[in-house]
């Protein structure tokens, strides 16, 4: 009788024990629910930008997130193809301007506008371009970043330069970036440079390069609101030749020719061979932190040079959700937590990317904290900047019309002028297949 | 009625047989033949994905506007001289090799292990490690040039001229490549009668005369699938330039084919890729027929 009670006890627990599990669950609001997230590269593991808020917002709600981590053309492909198909098997992807402007148009995107409060709205800092086209929002951002000058100190005090002067004209900065330019070890051969920035190893990284150097020289848009192409002018045709000067006068880091990935240009910038740079934000940190940096102690940071006036550009990351995601109100939850202030402002100590929230330059632990250089800077270049290029046939036009101009120009395979003939004749033909 | 049996039971076993076929025909039938008749008939539409609306019968127009694609046009150039440079190395160093393994020596079998290896790595670990040595900042190539005198300082090679780019990559590719070539020659020289060299050397041919008038007539079979294995594999190049230059800088190292992905994967231009694709498919069959016919010869 003693063993049929204790038996009985034990298939009532056991039967039991999911109904107790579960209680704890439905505490979670969403228990059981599962979203799938495309990103872009998260970081080393020792340094995840992004993850652990997702890994707290699992724990905080119950939702199960399928993290997949994809170099950025691969995120296009796989995103393109599923959303070509109308597929609902991934909810929320990472997304920048030009990712954001080809699948809005292409009606792959989710419009949120309607669903971000005004307080919300109005503390997102210039980083909600990169989720936001033709007005319309379709996501949120998960950190800025914005060009800045960066120079190093050892190699200004070298070449005599005032450290607390950093060039803020133009001839200034050419005539810095001349001194800097020189033969360290006295083979005979140059083994320091002047200046490096994105660099011509690809399309996109020229035409960001150039653009930057438009919007200096008084340039407001490479296109207008109608997509003509507004770079074949004086303007642009001053930035481009300012731009070639550089390389010209071989002020330019070589590496400029083949290195374009983002850590590879912090690499770079790390081994200590240029003396400036017109670098993303998100360099300081590295720069100032990475074990393998070496000049930690010789980074400092100002806002760009003007040529007809100081001007940097925005190159801001986010999420955005699936328009044939089927789990879009979880997928909201998940972006609003990744963009908020707590944790935008903990990115940012943490990775040194810029806050996607305008309250988080305010406080009181980040403005004394290393970035605080980096970050009066930015403040000061987000009050002139523009928005990086993008529309749909973004990439095409990087790669294919004006980035390759600018190369071919760099290369002197063609005039300045002969580029940017050529690039506004293909740019029209390229932008009537998107119509 | 025995007749009768005896047809019944013949179709019957070739009702059996179809059955047994069947599912290799259905693969084939879904994962080749109607890939390749729905990406003729995407030819000849216009279908950009992130354009849905866009989808529309445009004849010929593809076929003409890649033509006249200027990225397209260089790409051309570049891939003919890729090919050469690649054919020749890889024709040339795997004859050598297979004649040499052809002899009989010490350490034969490890040597033919190691010549294995390059075969034996994936062809993207094969990228990234001639990624590394050509690296502008650390790469052996740079080191040893620096050391024997031809350099006076690193270079970031893939920024020199575009020919200067294109010869690099094709030695990563031959290097991955010829011990395939050497295998094919290697197993076709050991089927060659020694009689015809003796032959030869008793009627006074030298070594070279030997080679050029037994070696190679004797490999002419070997040598055509090779040229056409080859010439494919080299105009079809992906992986080595998605890994080691994606066709920069600029478009300096754009081939064909990579140049055609770029157009499906990140322009998503069905259409045009396919219309690119097949042009290069009508052009390697071409190169093929005339392979076979230059070489095929008269009667052995």
Same mark, same amino acid.
């Given at each position: 009788m003693k063993r049929l009670l204790v038996f009985i006890l034990i298939v009532i627990l056991v039967l039991a024990s999911p109904l107790i599990s579960s209680a704890g669950q439905q505490e979670k609001p969403y228990a059981g629910r599962e979203l799938v997230v495309f990103c872009g590269p998260d970081g080393p593991p020792e340094c995840r930008r992004i993850e652990p808020y997702v890994r707290k917002f699992e724990e905080e709600t119950g939702i199960k997130v399928q993290w997949v981590e994809l170099t950025f053309p691969d995120l296009h492909q796989k995103f393109s193809t599923m959303a070509a198909a109308k597929s609902s098997a991934v909810d929320v992807i990472g997304t920048w301007v030009n990712f954001t402007a080809e699948f809005a148009s292409a009606g792959w995107l989710e419009d949120i506008t309607d669903k971000i409060d005004e307080g919300l709205r109005k503390d997102l800092s210039s980083a909600i371009n990169s989720v936001t086209y033709k007005g319309r929002i379709y996501g949120l951002p998960e950190s800025g970043d914005i060009r800045l000058l960066f120079y190093n100190k050892r190699m200004f005090k070298e070449a005599g330069l005032d450290l607390n002067d950093p060039p803020d004209t133009w001839d200034e900065f050419i005539e810095a970036a001349r001194l800097l #330019? &020189? +033969? #360290? +070890? /006295? +083979? /005979? &051969?140059?083994?320091?440079? /002047?200046f490096r920035s994105m660099g011509c190893a690809a399309g996109i990284p020229a035409m960001c390069d150039y653009q930057l150097f438009c919007y200096m020289c008084g340039l407001d848009s490479l296109f207008d609101k109608n997509d003509r192409p507004l770079f074949n002018s004086s303007q642009g045709l001053k930035a481009l030749k300012l731009y070639i000067q550089l390389y010209d006068e071989e002020l330019v880091d070589p590496a400029m020719y083949t290195v374009w990935q983002y850590l590879e240009e912090f690499q770079r910038w790390g081994a200590g061979i240029a003396g400036m740079a017109f670098g993303w934000a998100s360099l300081y940190d590295y720069a100032t932190t990475h074990e393998a940096s070496k000049v930690k102690d010789d980074t400092l940071v100002a806002p760009m040079p003007a040529i007809n006036r100081s001007a940097s550009i925005t190159g801001s990351q986010g999420f955005a959700i699936s328009k044939f995601s089927k789990n879009k109100d979880i997928a909201l939850e998940l972006l609003k937590c990744i963009c908020s202030a707590e944790n935008t402002k903990d990115m940012l100590l943490r990775t040194g990317f810029l806050p996607a929230r305008k309250s988080v330059y305010d406080d009181s632990e980040v403005k004394g904290s290393k970035l605080a250089m980096m970050l009066a800077a930015a403040a000061i270049q987000e009050k002139n900047y523009s928005n990086r290029f993008a529309a749909p046939y973004g990439s095409e036009i990087a790669n294919e019309v004006l980035g390759l101009a600018v190369i071919k120009a760099i290369k002197h395979e063609m005039t300045p002028e002969e580029a940017l003939e050529w690039a506004e004749a293909k740019a029209i033909e390229v932008i009537a297949k998107y119509k | 009625m025995g007749s009768k049996i005896i047809r019944n039971k013949k179709m019957s076993e070739q009702t059996f047989g179809m059955l047994l076929l069947s599912p290799t025909l259905i693969f084939l039938l879904a994962f080749v033949a109607f890939p390749i008749c729905y990406s003729i008939y995407l030819s000849f539409q216009n279908v950009i994905l992130s354009r849905p609306y866009s989808d529309e019968f445009v004849g010929l127009q593809n076929y003409i506007n890649i033509l006249r694609n200027p990225v397209f046009l260089n790409s051309l150039w570049k891939t003919l001289y890729f090919s050469v440079s690649f054919l020749f190395s890889v024709l040339v160093i795997g004859i050598i090799v297979a004649l040499v393994l052809n002899h009989n020596f010490w350490g034969k079998s490890f040597v033919v292990t190691c010549l294995l290896i390059p075969w034996a790595i994936p062809r993207v670990v094969n990228g990234l490690i001639w990624k590394w040595i050509y690296d502008g900042n650390f790469g052996i190539f740079n080191a040893v040039l620096l050391k024997i005198g031809i350099i006076d300082s690193y270079k970031f090679w893939f920024g020199e001229s575009p020919l200067v780019g294109i010869l690099l990559i094709s030695i990563a590719y031959t290097w991955k490549l010829m011990p395939f070539v050497a295998l094919l020659f290697l197993a076709a020289l050991q089927t060659m009668p020694r009689s015809l060299h003796e032959a030869a050397k008793v009627d006074g041919a030298n070594v070279w005369q030997r080679f050029i008038y037994v070696t190679i007539p004797y490999l002419r079979y070997t040598l055509i699938i090779v040229l056409i294995l080859q010439t494919t594999l080299a105009i079809k190049v992906f992986d080595i330039i998605a890994v080691l230059t994606r066709g920069g800088p600029g478009d300096r190292t754009m081939l064909t084919y990579y140049y055609v992905y770029r157009l499906a994967f990140d322009y998503l231009n069905i259409s045009l890729a396919s219309a690119g694709g097949y042009i290069i498919a009508i052009f390697i069959m071409i190169l093929s027929i005339l392979y076979y016919k230059l070489f095929k010869g008269g009667k052995d």
């Open positions: #330019t &020189k +033969d #360290t +070890d /006295g +083979d /005979g &051969k140059i083994d320091q440079w /002047g | -």
